[in-house]
C-alpha cells in the first residue's frame, strides 16, 4: 500500500489552475522529494493532502486513508512541518511540546525532541525571542512528536543555515530508517540528492518527472560530459568518436594540446578506446555530471520535456 496516493488532483483559485490533473504514488519507507519551482503547486498538493485544503476535483489517500474523510485518524499518524512557521510568542519550547505530546497522546520527552534539533539549551526560553532557523527546528521537533508513520516536511530548510540543513538531512535519514515514510518539499535540487530515494519534478500543477536523482541525471541529454586531453586530434578520430551511439555531441577545445569534450549518456570508455584505435594518445581525461541545477532547469524551463516516470 502506498504511503500517499494522489489521483487526479485537480485545485483551482478563481482563474488560477493550481493543480492540473496531478496524479503520483509515494511508496511506504522511501524518502520522496517533491520538487519544483516557486509556484508550481508543491504547498497545495501537500495542504490537500493534510486536508488543509479541499480539491476541485480528484482524490488522496493517506496510509490507506481518504484524507478527506479520515483525516483525524491520518494526523494522529503524521508528523508535519508546515510552509511558514508559526510558533506561540507567549510559549516556550518546552510548552509547544507539551502541547504537540498532549494532542497525539505520546509519551516522548520534549528534552529529548529539542536535542535532537539542536534546541536543547533553548527549552525554557519562549520562541517569542527565537530565530527563524530556531523556530524551524522547534516546528521539527514537533513534528516528530509520536514516531509518526509519515513524515511531511514543506521545506524544511528554509531559514537553517548550512549546519542545519545537514542536521535536518541526517535527521530525515534517521526518521526513515526507523521505518518512517518521508514526503518534503523543496525548490532547491541539491537538498534532495542526498537523501531522497525518489524525487518527483512539479512543474504549473504536473508532474514532469518522477524518477531516483540518479535517473534524472541520465534523462537529461549528455548526463555526463566527458574531457580527453590527447596529443593531437584529426577529422577522422573526432567523427568516430560523434558516430558512437552513446554521444550526443563532441568537440575540440584548444590546440597545445586539444582536449575533446564529449557528452556521454552511457560508456565512456568507448570514446577513449576509439581514439586509441585511431593512434591518439590519451594524456588525461576527467568526467563531470551534469550538474542538478541542469536537471532542475532542464525540467522547469523552456518548452516542456517528455514526461519521464517510474
Ligand atoms: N489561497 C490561494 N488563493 C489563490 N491562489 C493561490 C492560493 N494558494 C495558492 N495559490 C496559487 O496556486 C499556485 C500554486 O501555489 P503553491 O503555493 O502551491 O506553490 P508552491 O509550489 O508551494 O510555491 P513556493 O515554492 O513558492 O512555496 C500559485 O499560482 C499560487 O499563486
Partial sequence: ????????????FGQTLALDDL???????????????????KSTTINIVLDFARPTDGSVSVLGMDAQRNSRDIRQRTGVLPEGVKTYDRLTARQHLEFAINSKNANDEPEALLERVGLEDAIDRKAG?????MSQRLMLAMALVGKPDLLILD????????????????????????????????HIMEQVEEVCDRVGILRDGEMVAVDSVEGLRDSVSGGTSLRVTVDRIDDAALQAVRSLQD???ATVKGEDPPTIVASVNGS?????STLEDHGIEIQDFQTTESSLEDVFRSYTTGTRPEVHAQ
Fill in 247 to 249: 554521444v550526443t555531441r
Fill in 268 to 272: 565512456k570508455t568507448a570514446v577513449l
Fill in 23 to 41: 496524479s503520483f504514488r509515494v511508496k511506504e519507507g522511501e524518502v520522496f522529494g517533491f520538487l519544483g519551482p516557486n509556484g508550481a503547486g
Fill in 129 to 133: 525571542g527565537f530565530s527563524k532557523g
Fill in 155 to 186: 521545506e524544511p530548510s528554509t531559514g537553517l543555515d548550512p549546519n542545519g540543513a545537514r542536521e535536518m538531512r541526517d535527521l530525515v535519514r534517521e526518521e526513515n530508517e526507523r521505518g518512517a515514510t518521508v514526503f518534503f518539499s523543496s
Fill in 1 to 12: 500500500m502506498p504511503a500517499i496516493t494522489v489521483d487526479n488532483l485537480t485545485k483551482s
